[in-house]
């Protein structure tokens, strides 16, 4: 089962709003509306962000949001801030045999 | 709030067995809502899903590892383990518990153990 594809890196001002792709195919985002973004500082364990491609898990700031469409789903952060810098993962439900499949992750530097 | 914690070795040797534990506290594992997963993450790598079990026993297995995984629940101590069978320096890795909302996504995780593979 092929990972999702995001982009390794992406890097943004304080202020400035950014965006993580995240591309999978029908069998997954194109055909399910169950994709999640996770947020994961170094040593730390994933932090659920987004769930179910639009909705904002509990506490999680205004300043995240998701989308979908086709088989590529986003997630937008606007305003920068510098405690946002980390690795984000997107994961979706397949119809394939893994049931999920991942990213591989989105470096995102805060200039 | 509900909380996760693993707990096990963090060694074993090449060949030998990784068992590792999920004690979940704030909640109970016995829930038509939520399966319990275990997610790996080799060092400086992504994550990969290991599988999940529901407070049935029902288990779901990612084919990559099926032949070597078992993951089984004790509704009695509220917690669930994960069991990796011949192991090798590619199962060296972060391995996190988390709280599956019936594959949708994952919305409480452990803190993650780190297991190193090694003689």
Known sequence: QSALTQPASVSGTPGQSITISCTGTSSDIGGYNFVSWYQQHPGKAPKLMIYDVSERSSGISYRFSGSKSGSTASLTISGLQPEDEATYYCTSYTSGNTLRVFGEGTKLTVL | ?119
């Open chain 2, 1 to 119: 709030q509900v909380q996760l914690q693993e707990s096990g070795p963090g060694l074993v040797k090449p060949s030998e067995t990784l068992s590792l534990t999920c004690s979940v506290s704030g909640g109970s594992v016995i829930s038509g809502s939520y399966y319990w997963s275990w997610v790996r993450q080799p060092p400086g790598k992504g994550l990969e899903w290991i599988g999940y079990v529901f407070y049935s026993g029902t288990t779901n297995y990612n084919p990559s590892l099926k032949s070597r995984v078992s993951i089984s629940v004790d509704t009695s101590k509220n917690q669930f383990s994960l069991t990796l069978s011949s192991v090798t320096a590619a199962d060296t890795a972060v391995y996190y518990c988390a709280r599956d909302v019936i594959l949708r996504y994952f919305d409480s995780w452990g803190q993650g153990t780190l297991v190193t593979v090694s003689s």
